[in-house]
C-alpha cells in the first residue's frame, strides 16, 4: 500500500511540476536548452539522473548478481568516458553554442551529414527509451504488484505527459532533486544490506572468491571490458544527452566543471549498486538476477526505507527516460523536420517537438513491449550508435589536422551503422565491435579518395 502511495504522489508530482514550468517556457531557448542559465549544481546533478536511469540500475544489480565485482564496469565506464569529455571536449561543445549533436556535426561537415546522423540517433535512442520503459515495468510489478504491460503503459504516458508540458526547463530543474534522492536510496539500501550480512567481511564469507575479482574475473574477461569501453564507454565522450547538458550550461567553465564532477560521484553510484547486487546474490542466491534490486527492497528494507528507494528508482526511471526522449525530439524536430521546413517559427517548432514526444514515446514503448529484455534493448542502441556516430563526430574537431572529409564521414556513419544493425539483428559475433572498426577505416579511407579525386579534378582544371 506505501508502494502504490509513493508512486501515486510522484507521478502526480511530475505532471504538476510540468504545468508549472509550461508558463515559464517563453521560446525556444528555454524549452531546448532551459536558457543555458545551467549552474554546476544543475549540470551535473541533471547529468547523474540522466546516466543512473532506471535500467541502469537494473542492469548493473544483475551484473553485480551473476558476476560480482567486474559488474561495476557497465557505470564505470561512463566515468571513465565523462573523464575523457570533460578534460578533451566539454569545453569545445559548449563554445558552439547549439541545440543539438547533429547541428554539431552539420558545423564540423556539412547539413547532408548532420541529417544522416540524426536519423541514426533518433533510431538509437528509441531503443534506449525503451529500456527505461522495460525497467520500470519490471521492477514496479514486482515491488507494487500488478502486470508488467500496464506498468509500462502507465509509466510511459507520465513521462510522456511530463515532458511535453515543461521541456528542457522543467527536466534540468527536477533532477538535481531527483540526483539527491538516487543517491539517498542507493546507499540508504546498501547500508542495510551491509547491515543484514555483517559488514564487508560477511559479504566475502557469502561469497565466492570469483565474485570479488577485478577488473577482470571468469565471468567478465578482456573482450567484455573492451566491449564494454567502447560500445557503451564512447557514448559518453560523445553522446546526445550528455551535449544536451553542455549546451545548457551558462558558459564553458561550467559546462567543463559539472561533467568532471559528474565522472568523480558517478564511482561511489556505480560501486554501491553494484554491492547490493552481490548483497542480493549472497541473501536470496536463488533468484533471478533481474529480482535483484526489487527483492532487497521488499525482503530487506523497512517499509518507509523502502518507500524512499522505491522513489530513488522512480527518479531514476523518470529523469533518464525525459532526458533521452527530448534530446531525440529535439533532434527529430530541429535536426530532421526543420531542414525540410526552415520557415518554421519558434512557437511552430516548440509545437512540432511536442508531438514529435509523443510519437517518439509510443514508439519506444511498442519497441519495448516487444524486446522485454534491458540490456538488449541498450545495447542494441549503444552499439548502432557508437559505431555510426562517435568516431566522425571525435575526429570532426581535429578535421584540418587529421584530414576527414565530409564524404569520408558519411561512408562511416552509414557503413559503421549498418554492419553494427547487421550484428544485432543476426547475432553475428565480435561484428559489434568490428563495425567501430569498420566506421574508422571507412572514415579515413573515404576522407583519403576524396582528397585524390578532388585533387585530380584541381589539377585537370
Excluded at 506505501?2 to 510540468?18: E, Q, S, T
Excluded at 544527452?241 to 561550467?254: E, G, H, I, W
Excluded at 552499439?383 to 555510426?388: L, S
Aim: charged share 10%.
Amino acid at each position: 500500500m506505501l508502494g502504490l502511495i509513493v508512486v501515486v504522489v510522484y507521478f502526480l508530482a511530475m505532471i504538476a511540476v510540468g504545468l508549472v514550468s509550461r508558463r515559464k517556457v517563453r521560446g525556444a531557448n528555454d524549452f531546448f536548452v532551459a536558457g543555458r542559465k545551467g549552474s554546476s549544481l544543475f549540470i551535473t546533478g541533471s547529468l547523474l539522473a540522466t546516466i543512473v536511469g532506471g535500467s541502469a540500475i537494473m542492469v548493473t544489480t544483475s551484473l553485480g548478481f551473476t558476476q560480482g565485482l567486474t559488474g561495476v564496469w557497465f557505470l564505470l565506464v561512463g566515468s571513465i568516458g565523462l573523464a575523457v569529455l570533460g578534460f578533451f571536449f566539454a569545453k569545445k561543445v559548449r563554445q558552439f553554442g547549439l541545440y543539438t549533436l547533429p547541428e554539431l556535426v552539420g558545423k564540423q561537415y556539412d547539413q547532408r551529414i548532420a541529417l544522416v546522423a540524426s536519423i541514426l540517433i533518433v533510431v538509437a535512442w528509441i531503443g534506449v527509451i525503451a529500456a527505461q520503459i522495460i525497467a520500470a515495468g519490471q521492477i514496479m510489478s514486482i515491488l507494487v504488484a500488478g502486470n508488467p504491460t500496464l506498468w509500462m503503459v502507465l509509466f510511459a504516458g507520465v513521462f510522456i505527459a511530463y515532458t511535453i508540458l515543461g521541456g528542457q526547463y522543467a527536466v534540468i530543474r527536477t533532477d538535481t532533486l531527483q540526483s539527491v534522492v538516487i543517491f539517498a536510496g542507493i546507499f540508504a539500501a546498501l547500508a542495510v544490506v551491509f547491515s543484514r550480512l555483517g559488514g564487508w567481511s560477511g559479504l566475502e564469507a557469502s561469497l565466492a572468491p570469483e565474485h570479488f575479482a577485478f577488473p577482470l574475473s571468469a565471468q567478465f574477461g578482456g573482450y567484455s571490458l573492451v566491449k564494454f569501453l567502447l560500445l557503451v564507454g564512447l557514448t559518453y565522450v560523445v553522446g546526445p544527452d550528455m551535449y544536451s547538458r553542455l549546451f545548457c550550461a551558462k558558459d564553458v567553465k561550467t559546462a567543463r566543471v559539472s561533467v568532471l564532477w559528474a565522472a568523480l560521484l558517478l564511482i561511489p553510484l556505480a560501486l554501491g549498486i553494484t554491492f547490493i547486487g552481490m548483497g542480493a546474490s549472497a541473501l536470496f542466491p536463488g533468484i533471478s538476477p533481474e529480482q535483484a534490486f526489487p527483492t532487497v527492497i521488499n525482503e530487506v528494507l523497512p517499509p518507509l526505507l523502502g518507500g524512499l528507494v522505491l522513489a530513488a528508482l522512480l527518479c531514476a526511471f523518470m529523469s533518464s527516460a525525459d532526458t533521452v526522449l527530448l534530446t531525440a525530439s529535439t533532434i527529430l524536430t530541429v535536426d530532421i523536420v526543420k531542414r525540410f521546413k526552415p520557415s518554421l517559427s519558434q512557437k511552430q517548432t516548440i509545437s512540432l517537438s511536442r508531438w514529435g514526444i509523443v510519437v517518439l514515446g509510443i514508439c519506444a514503448l511498442l519497441l519495448a513491449l516487444y524486446l522485454k529484455g534491458i540490456l538488449d534493448a541498450i545495447l542494441f542502441a549503444y552499439t548502432i550508435y557508437t559505431a555510426g556516430v562517435v568516431l566522425p563526430v571525435i575526429a570532426g574537431f581535429y578535421k584540418k589536422r587529421l584530414k576527414v572529409t565530409v564524404w569520408g564521414a558519411l561512408a562511416a556513419i552509414i557503413g559503421g551503422g549498418t554492419a553494427a544493425l547487421i550484428s544485432k539483428v543476426f547475432d553475428i559475433k565480435y561484428l559489434d565491435l568490428g563495425a567501430l572498426f569498420i566506421s574508422g577505416l571507412l572514415l579515413f579511407v573515404g576522407s583519403f579518395i576524396d582528397r585524390k579525386i578532388r585533387s585530380r579534378r584541381l589539377d585537370r582544371g
